[in-house]
């Protein structure tokens, strides 16, 4: 067992290695059995995992939760664990504390962020709301923690048309951060919403000409798209919706065969509720690439996962004020998500 002093010089050592790479670097013993020893640790240490559909599927497979933003907010709302293990980004996990003030967060790479969190950094959003004093913001829950303290609500990708058609016609609103799912949402609600100029790298990368050509190569297809995905993407689409509408479409269609525009992870879950079908992953711009990947959500590995809820680290830690603050539009969100 170790002493205090023991103790405390593991955890300044633990300390530098999040702060240079963001998770702990462990030699794992090859012989060791990962899930049974995640299993172990998380009953041990009454834990809870919550994983994105976007991580790898082993991670998906381990997991006690997993799916989109909006249900993995609401697990962790309803979860009684004591700690919380978020296999995701770090905005999510932000989300967990923020629901969950008393409760330790951890995340296997502290450096897993969202290219839609940082295309809004919450001093310039501040100036761009300045602008518009008598807009109210709705925010998509791809943002900061800072950046939802100046929200009037959140919502996800599942549930965007239905907040923005709980303010009267009259009230003019400001979306933010990404510019696609605004556009998509304006063009569904009629609504004329101020867009900040955000997107995510992943849904912006799909390429119109190879996804044209790849429905005509498979006429017996079904063409489904996130509405990240940029308008002329999305003009092609079958079915437009969240990564949980994606995965009930294909579930409930009598296609065998789908080509589909969002992060690949989800077709993990796809495969196996319908291993009968067929899933193809919509082609990026990038022609080396046969499919678009989340750099930021393939940061997660079985490995880290392990060393993350052996030690409780990284841990995401906010400020009170933050939390007090940005906490008032996830609760308004989940409460007319009902």
């Not at 640790?41 to 006690?64: M, P, T, W």
């Not at 709301?129 to 100046?150: E, R």
């Not at 479409?249 to 080509?259: A, G, R, T, W």
Request: aromatic fraction near 6%; hydrophobic fraction near 40%; charge should be negative.
């Amino acid at each position: 067992m170790m002493n205090n002093q023991e103790e405390t010089m593991e955890q300044i050592q633990i300390n530098q290695m999040l702060e240079e790479k963001g998770f702990i670097d462990e030699t794992i013993d090859p012989k060791l059995k990962l899930v049974e020893e995640i299993n172990r640790l998380k009953k041990e240490k009454n834990a809870v995992i919550l994983s994105h559909f976007y991580v790898e599927g082993e991670l998906q497979d381990i997991a006690d939760y997993v799916g989109d933003s909006l249900g993995l907010a609401q697990a962790a709302a309803n979860t009684s664990a004591e700690l919380i293990v978020f296999v995701g980004v770090h905005f999510m996990a932000e989300t967990a504390k923020i629901i969950n003030p008393s409760k330790k967060v951890i995340l296997p790479d502290l450096k897993a962020s969202c290219s839609l969190a940082e295309s809004a950094p919450a001093n310039k959003f501040a100036e761009f709301k300045a602008k518009y004093p008598d807009h109210k913001v709705v925010t998509y829950i791809n943002a900061t923690a800072a950046l939802k303290t100046m929200s009037d609500i959140v919502c996800t990708s599942a549930n965007a048309k239905q907040i923005v058609e709980s303010f009267p016609r009259d009230q003019k609103l400001i979306f933010g951060p990404d510019k696609n799912l605004g556009n998509y949402i304006n063009s569904i609600t009629g609504r004329e919403m101020v867009l900040w100029d955000g997107a995510c790298i992943v849904h912006e990368q799909y390429s119109v000409e190879k996804i044209a050509k790849l429905m005509d190569e498979n006429s017996d297809a079904e063409f489904i798209a996130h509405p990240e995905c940029e308008k002329p993407v999305l003009l092609l689409a079958e079915h437009i919706g969240s990564t949980t509408s994606l995965l009930n479409y294909v579930q409930k269609s009598n296609s065998k065969k789908f080509i589909v525009a969002t992060e690949s992870g989800i077709l993990h879950q796809m495969v196996k509720a319908c291993p009968d079908k067929m899933f193809i992953p919509a082609p990026s711009i990038d022609s080396t690439c046969g499919c678009n990947d989340c750099e930021y959500m393939k940061l997660n590995s079985l490995q880290k996962l392990y060393i993350c809820l052996k030690h409780e680290q990284p841990e995401v830690v906010l400020p009170e004020k933050v939390i007090e603050m940005a906490k008032i539009p996830i609760l308004r969100m989940l409460e007319n998500s009902k």
